[in-house]
Nanobody, 120 residues
Framework: QVQLVESGGGLVQAGGSLTLSCTAA????????MAWYRQAPGKRRALVAG???????NYTDAEKGRFTISRDNDKNTVNLQMNSLNPEDTAVYYC??????????????WGQGTQVTVSS
């Protein structure tokens, strides 16, 4: 079993910054990819940014230039640096990791979510 623990959410004023962190722990042989999703009230969960094991990152158009995803493979951690936040970024942010365990089985795991609220 694998657990993803997120931290770093909170309340920030428009134009401000936050950094989210997520650490994976448990039966981990390798982590193929890690990503951040978000779900705003009344909306579906949507991808914000993802990063592969070799550091290749992808972003949705709305986040390009404002958000930066990074990972530390030694610590099984992924971070999301968010700048120039606006009220439309208000959502619960979820960490996702595609993990292979020691018996060669892989699956995707979710964190419990961390609330980000941007006030105008």
């Amino acid at each position: 079993q694998v657990q993803l623990v997120e931290s770093g959410g909170g309340l920030v004023q428009a134009g401000g910054s936050l950094t989210l962190s997520c650490t994976a722990a448990g039966s981990i042989f390798d982590i193929y990819s890690m990503a951040w999703y978000r779900q705003a009230p009344g909306k579906r969960r949507a991808l914000v940014a993802g990063i592969t094991g070799d550091g290749s990152a992808n972003y949705t158009d709305a986040e390009k230039g404002r958000f930066t995803i990074s990972r530390d493979n030694d610590k099984n951690t992924v971070n999301l640096q968010m700048n120039s936040l606006n009220p439309e970024d208000t959502a619960v942010y979820y960490c996702n990791a595609h993990v292979m365990n020691y018996i060669g089985m892989s699956r995707k795991y979710w964190g419990q979510g961390t609330q980000v609220t941007v006030s105008s």
